[in-house]
T-cell receptor, first 113, second 111 residues
Framework: DGGITQSPKYLFRKEGQNVTLSCEQN?????MYWYRQDPGQGLRLIYY???????QKGDIAEGYSVSREKKESFPLTVTSAQKNPTAFYLC????????????FGPGTRLLVL | AQSVSQHNHHVILSEAASLELGCNYS??????LFWYVQYPGQHLQLLLK??????LVKGIKGFEAEFIKSKFSFNLRKPSVQWSDTAEYFC?????????FGKGNQVVVIP
């Protein structure tokens, strides 16, 4: 069953703590993306990767980091530098990065304690 | 960078009513256009898309959208909604190496 999986579904972060959100896809897609969704704000691009071992900052990259060591995996780390991390985080993938349809995972909701 | 505008963030209507959601974007170059839908408790999924060709595109569940290049618009329509259409709808525009999303329309259909 092809698709995108994200874990965990809910994640709690304490002050000053880094947390990592997982994203895995078995669609054999080259491009992967991380978005942040806040109520009434739509989706905003955090980072994207067009190919393994390469990634680019999106519109709101500050306080986040990513890696792309494997084609199927694109983990997102929310660092302590991100002052307002409470949000719904969505991972997506597409065959290429030239405007193809992006397919989304179920999301991770991050809450700060 | 391009921007995407969706108006009337909250829409409440009765079953069998017609629905039209507006989407306008700012980018002047070639664009790919999408409408995504997020049903309660479900992940974001593609409703329909326009890349080229016939500007009137049909998607899943009876939805359609019309691309009007001169107006930079890609409005979504459904002639008769059902309770199951209750969801949040997002317009997205790919241009300038970015997929930009509008802020969404929260649609509630009352049985």
């Amino acid at each position: 069953d092809g698709g995108i999986t994200q874990s965990p579904k809910y994640l709690f972060r304490k002050e000053g703590q880094n947390v990592t959100l997982s994203c895995e896809q078995n669609l054999n897609h080259d491009a992967m993306y991380w978005y942040r969704q806040d109520p009434g704000q739509g989706l905003r691009l955090i980072y994207y990767s067009q190919i393994v071992n390469d990634f680019q900052k999106g519109d709101i990259a500050e306080g986040y980091s990513v890696s792309r060591e494997k084609k199927e995996s694109f983990p997102l780390t929310v660092t302590s530098a991100q002052k307002n991390p409470t949000a719904f985080y969505l991972c997506a993938s597409s065959e290429g990065a030239g405007g193809e349809t992006q397919y989304f995972g179920p999301g991770t909701r991050l809450l700060v304690l | 960078a391009q921007s995407v505008s969706q108006h009337n963030h909250h829409v409440i209507l009765s079953e069998a009513a017609s629905l039209e959601l507006g989407c306008n974007y700012s980018y002047g170059g070639t664009v790919n256009l999408f409408w995504y839908v997020q049903y309660p408790g479900q992940h974001l999924q593609l409703l329909l898309k326009y890349f080229s060709g016939d500007p009137l595109v049909k998607g899943i569940k009876g939805f359609e959208a019309e691309f009007i290049k001169s107006k930079f618009s890609f409005n979504l329509r459904k002639p008769s909604v059902q309770w199951s259409d209750t969801a949040e709808y997002f317009c997205a525009v790919y241009g300038n190496n970015r997929l930009a999303f509008g802020k969404g329309n929260q649609v509630v259909v009352i049985p």
